[in-house]
């Protein structure tokens, strides 16, 4: 939840300029629409996800359209290759925030949802759903995280910003440096709607894991406020102790774990 939590925050803070606490704290509230949508139905929430991820990677593909990348430079940077040990930590963590392995149960489990024989036939067929199902989520997830790659090494690494680490710094530039208002907008909603998409998706994992391995049944929304109150306390901390200055570095951390 971490991530999820901080991701928003952020992103909340530079469409509004409200302080990183009150956005951690803001997040909470998204446990209600969390609830309200498990009253709607699985299919609408599904629908709710899709439309999340097309919002982020509408905002990230229209950026690299402004930002124009070079297409050699880019098929170059799909070859695998570390400068040192600082960049095989944040290959981790975009492995991590890629892959994010709870969700490999939730796909297995929103194709159990649909209505199929429970013969050979039948369960041979789900299976490839679920293989399909996988498939395409995760190479969405990887060319989002392409298209973010991309961005930043257009925008800010070929014209000799190498210092850019922190998404608030790299918000203020991207408007300076593209020479249009509409990018940092775009990224900042690309971050809420990130954040919120991860959160339904973790907390339905997050469900499907506990009533599977252990049985023990909750209602969801309260799970959801549980685990999302005991993450926040984590940013909270950090932010009160020291600013918000460090808090991409748990942002990496969380991702690294995963």
Known sequence: DLAEIIGM????????????????????ADTFLFLLLQRWGIRK??????ALVGIIGLSFLTEMFIAKPDLGEV????????????ALYI???????????????????????RKFSRDEKGIKKVLKY????????LNLAFF?????????????YKSGRTDVAEIKQAHELLSP??????????????????????????????????????????????????????????????ILINGENNIDDLLILSQVIL
């Open 9 to 28: 925050a952020i992103g909340i803070q530079l469409l509004t300029g409200l302080p990183l606490i009150w956005g951690v704290l803001l997040t909470v």
């Open 45 to 50: 929430m599904e629908a709710f996800i899709i």
């Open 75 to 86: 098929a170059l940077g799909f070859i695998p290759k570390l400068q040192n040990e600082e």
């Open 91 to 113: 290959a981790i963590g975009i492995i991590g925030a890629t892959v994010m392995p709870h969700n490999l149960y939730l796909h297995s489990a929103l194709v159990q949802t």
């Open 130 to 137: 679920n293989f399909i199902d996988s498939a395409i989520a």
């Open 144 to 156: 989002v995280n392409a298209f973010i790659l991309i961005l930043a090494g257009t925008v800010f």
């Open 177 to 238: 440096m593209l020479g249009t208002n509409l990018a940092p907008t775009l990224f900042a909603i690309a971050l809420i709607a990130a954040g919120q998409s991860s959160t339904i998706t973790g907390t339905l994992a997050g469900q499907i894991v506990m009533e599977g391995y252990l049985q023990l049944h909750i209602t969801p929304w309260i799970r959801r406020l549980i685990t999302r109150l005991i993450a926040v306390i984590p940013a909270v901390a950090v």
